[in-house]
T-cell receptor, first 115, second 113 residues
Framework: DAGVIQSPRHEVTEMGQEVTLRCKPI?????LFWYRQTMMRGLELLIY????????DSGMPEDRFSAKMPNASFSTLKIQPSEPRDSAVYFC?????????????FGPGTRLLVL | AQSVTQPDIHITVSEGASLELRCNYS??????LFWYVQSPGQGLQLLLK??????LVQGIKGFEAEFKRSQSSFNLRKPSVHWSDAAEYFC???????????FGAGTRLAVHP
């Protein structure tokens, strides 16, 4: 059974470029979460969706960040324009349904480096 | 506000030794508590979770954790550590009001042969 799939696994870009990260949740999972992990700030929740609808985007750092979930099997996180301080590992996670008791299943992450 | 504290940033143990990783939480109601493990270059994987009932919960890979309400703690233990346990360990509390997890800063475990 396939887990959460993220692409690309690694991304190197230059400051000012647009970056798009992709996530495919586990089939049948209705909730999807985007996290950012850095040494300084640890694991931060950026945004989460339920049934393709954004529920809480209070963790999105600024307007340069946007996320969409056009259907149940695909989500994107876009950074435009990118800055060096956006360098981090970005994780996507999914759960069968929304709820604080649900186990989150994490993808392998996308390691982003902005030069 | 809800929070999770993992007091130990780094811990080093010898292979075969016992292990205890500390976790303290701040949450008004009965918490949903989790321990996740992250191996180098990987995503997080659930080790175990506590919702209610028996305060000693068993997880995968020989780990267990004990919920102590009086101490607001949920410490992770393993009787005998293996070299493959070297990883980063995250404690988390489920925020029922917002349907999301609040993670601690993590504890990085190194295992000496």
């Amino acid at each position: 059974d396939a887990g959460v799939i993220q692409s690309p696994r690694h991304e190197v870009t230059e400051m000012g470029q647009e970056v798009t990260l992709r996530c495919k949740p586990i089939s049948g999972h209705n909730s999807l979460f985007w996290y950012r992990q850095t040494m300084m700030r640890g694991l931060e929740l950026l945004i989460y969706f339920n049934n393709n609808v954004p529920i809480d985007d209070s963790g999105m750092p600024e307007d340069r960040f946007s996320a969409k979930m056009p259907n149940a099997s695909f989500s994107t996180l876009k950074i435009q324009p990118s800055e060096p301080r956006d360098s981090a590992v970005y994780f996507c996670a999914s759960t069968p349904r929304l709820g604080a008791q649900e186990t989150q299943y994490f993808g392998p992450g996308t390691r982003l480096l902005v030069l | 506000a809800q929070s999770v504290t993992q007091p130990d940033i780094h811990i080093t143990v010898s292979e075969g030794a016992s292990l205890e990783l500390r976790c303290n939480y701040s949450y008004g109601a009965t918490p949903y508590l989790f321990w996740y493990v992250q191996s180098p270059g990987q995503g997080l994987q659930l080790l175990l979770k506590y919702f209610s009932g028996d305060t000693l919960v068993q997880g995968i890979k020989g780990f267990e954790a004990e919920f102590k309400r009086s101490q607001s703690s949920f410490n992770l233990r393993k009787p005998s550590v293996h070299w493959s346990d070297a990883a980063e360990y995250f404690c988390a509390v489920g925020d029922g009001g917002y349907n999301k997890l609040i993670f601690g800063a993590g504890t990085r475990l190194a295992v000496h042969p």
